[in-house]
């Protein structure tokens, strides 16, 4: 805790010596996420649905952090103490926890299928909660931690054809506010961050469609998409003792979509 003026430092902005999770954390926003935090001084437990890990382990070990993956479908319920319990076994302690995995699946409300609503869910809230839970038990034994979610633009608006995404948005912000609640006297802040509109593979369909990309930049005060390294700031900040008095908060990176 900073007291007085002369207290602040920029070292407040440093996770040295720090672990953090970050599912998803192999492409994209995710890995995004990692490398900003290896390159504030953290470890880092990738999680990821898929082994293709060289990148995102050249990109850490550069910074002369370590980095251990662990392959996980985290919509099987009895994978998520395997996360926290490898990371406990690896590196003995859990600081920061980045809820970024997630999926979005589109169709006409009228022929969405129950199924796809299911997984969206299951991924993008159920995941998120039953993960942040874990990791929050070992936090109160710490005594300190910080939770970062991921939400997005459609916590705060509807969307078209993705009932279970915006449902499921709407929903993290939800958690993230009740959890900070409940955690702050253990000295754990919970906060999310809601990326506006982000150049990444999963964006791609979208930039290609020229109609579409311009209708989107359009509303964009700063006139282009988000870069993956826009966030990167935001992450460090977030999981760092410069945010100690950031608790329960939807911080948008969006160039200023939402004031448009």
Known sequence: MVETLKDFS???????????????????LGQG???????????????????????????????????????ADLTDRNQI?????????????????????GTIRRAPLLEYKPEDWDAVIEINLNAVYLLSQEVAKVMVNQKNGKIINICSMLTFQGGKFVPPYTASK????????????ELAEHNIQINAIAPGYVAT????PIRADEKRNQEILSRIPAGRWAQP????????????PASDYVNGHVLAIDGGWLAR
């Open 10 to 28: 920029l070292d407040l902005f440093s996770v040295k010596g720090k672990v953090a999770i970050v599912t998803g954390g192999n492409t994209g």
């Open 33 to 71: 996420y990692a490398v900003a935090l290896a390159k504030a001084g953290a470890d880092v437990f990738v999680v990821s649905y898929d082994q293709d890990w060289q990148e995102t382990r050249e990109l850490i070990e550069e910074e002369g952090r370590k980095v251990e993956f662990f392959q």
């Open 81 to 101: 103490k395997a996360v926290v319990d490898t990371c406990l076994n690896v590196y003995g302690q859990i600081d920061i926890l980045v809820n970024n995995a």
């Open 170 to 181: 709407h929903a993290v912000a939800g958690v993230t506010k009740s959890f900070a609640n």
């Open 201 to 204: 593979a999963n964006t791609a």
């Open 229 to 240: 390294a826009d966030l990167m700031g935001t992450v460090v900040f977030l999981s760092s």
